[in-house]
């Protein structure tokens, strides 16, 4: 089973992304994804998740009405719009699979994880 975000790269600010979170292996439509990242010095902190039935949950009030989840089934992916981006949202991009039905913003409580993304606002 294996993981992997893409999409990533260096934007200016009010620019805007869309990270892929693809998958081998493993059939993503059963499992909560969650988004996670990770800037210098940081913890790595949730950012949202879309669970098995397609709700979107945020965890970081910050990019409530600026990033959006979605989940393409017929591409076996989940993607994230960012948009209208800022300096402060500049780090490596994860994301995450857990088989529940109410997803966790702890990243301990994950199953499977991707290899991250850099992400990088200019200002």
């Known amino acids: 089973v294996q993981l992997q975000a893409s999409g990533g790269g260096l934007v200016e600010t009010g620019g805007s992304l869309r990270l892929s979170c693809s998958a081998s292996?493993?059939?993503?439509?059963?499992?909560?994804i969650g988004w996670f990242r990770q800037a210098p010095g940081k913890e790595r902190e949730g950012v949202l998740c879309?669970?098995?039935?397609?709700?979107?949950?945020y965890w970081t009030d910050s990019v409530k009405g600026r990033f959006t989840v979605s989940r393409d089934g017929a591409k076996n992916t989940v993607n994230l719009q960012m948009n209208t981006l800022k300096p402060e949202d500049t780090a490596v991009y994860y994301c995450?699979?857990?088989?529940?039905?109410?997803?966790?913003?702890?990243?301990?409580?994950?199953?499977?994880w991707g290899q991250g993304t850099q992400v990088t606002v200019s200002s």
């Open positions: 879309i669970s098995s039935r397609g709700g979107t949950t």
């Open positions: 995450a699979a857990d088989n529940v039905l109410i997803p966790s913003a702890d990243p301990v409580r994950y199953d499977y």
């Open positions: 292996g493993l059939t993503l439509d059963p499992y909560a």
